[in-house]
């Protein structure tokens, strides 16, 4: 792998850094780093395959959210990854710390995954090296479509503009601990908001709820009668009661998604309060 590098305050080598070091939650940059096979051939707005032809200016993402470009506090390191001539992947860091203990801190993370010279990867880290947010261009379009916040260096949320066309999430995607736990869609109403609710138990969809009239409240929720019956065993194995009116909270007034999943989260990530359903 070659190695570029640039400074900005004092000539710093950053051979330390030529490992990729992705952490679990993404797999956008894996084909940069040399695990994944080569990115599709398709090239960015303003982008070119010939590599002797990439343009000058290659899009950086990191500017928009380091500002590295002329700042004598930060410096970069540009490497090539797999199938690529010339480099395709740039980090920008600094250095923190006191004395001994003095070292550098990646801020962010830009990568080219197609090889036409223009970045459509950005990923950003905390002051521990854990990434914060990550954002890329899944279709080469020149926009972005796909965004990635982390929590303790694990992914918390995923948003997606699956129509490629708005430039704004349709889809919203929450982790617990890893592990995916709902997920809101926008598939017909105007305003763009959801209007479409999927909840998730231990990788399983659990309902789904679906507002029919956009106006902000579930019409009606449908639940996977499988894991329906093993619930309803599980109680009356346990001793608890029977739900002998055939599931009357479901089929009466739309309940509020609180009240109707068994576990979910708020939109900041973190696990809300499980409840059951009521019963008669």
Same mark, same amino acid.
């Given at each position: 792998? #070659?190695?570029?590098? +640039?400074t900005r305050a004092g000539g710093f080598a950053m051979m330390g850094w030529l490992a990729c070091g992705l952490l679990a939650g993404s797999v956008v940059l894996l ?6 096979? !080569? ?31 002329? =700042?004598? =506090?930060?410096?970069?390191? /540009? ?8 480099? =395709? ?24 995954? =197609? ?14 090296? /854990?990434?914060?947010? /990550? ?42 601990? +890893? ?14 908001? !959801?209007?479409?609710?999927e909840i998730y138990f231990k990788g399983h969809m659990e309902r789904i709820g679906n507002d029919a009239t956009c106006d902000g409240h579930i019409d009606r929720w ?32 739309? !309940? ?19 409840? #059951?359903?009521?019963?008669?």
């Open positions: 792998m #070659k190695v570029f590098t +640039g084909g940069a780093c040399g695990s994944a096979p !080569p990115p599709p051939k398709t090239t960015s707005i303003g982008g070119n395959l010939d590599e002797a032809k990439w343009p000058a200016d290659d899009h950086s993402l990191c500017e928009g959210f380091v500002h590295w470009k002329g =700042n004598p =506090n930060l410096e970069f390191a /540009e490497t090539a990854g797999l199938g690529s001539l010339r480099p =395709n992947v740039r980090r920008i860091f600094k250095l923190v710390g006191e004395k001994d203990d003095r070292h550098e801190v990646v801020l962010c993370r830009e990568v080219d995954t =197609n090889l036409d010279g223009i970045k459509d990867v950005v990923r950003t880290f905390n002051d521990k090296g /854990e990434p914060a947010h /990550e954002e890329s261009d899944t279709n080469y379009d020149g926009r972005i479509d796909d965004w990635l916040s982390f929590v303790g260096g694990r992914i918390a949320e995923e948003d997606q503009d699956t129509t490629f066309s708005t430039g704004r999430p349709n889809e919203w995607k929450y982790y617990v601990n +890893g592990e995916l736990s709902r997920i809101k869609k926008n598939t017909h109403c105007p305003s763009g908001k !959801p209007d479409v609710w449908d639940r996977d009668a499988d894991l329906m019956a093993q619930e309803e065993g599980v109680q009356i194995g346990d001793g608890g009661p029977d739900s002998g009116d055939g599931g009357a909270a479901e089929s009466g007034a739309a !309940p509020t998604e609180d009240e109707a999943m068994t576990t979910t989260l708020d939109d900041g990530g973190s696990k809300a309060k499980k409840k #059951k359903p009521k019963t008669r």
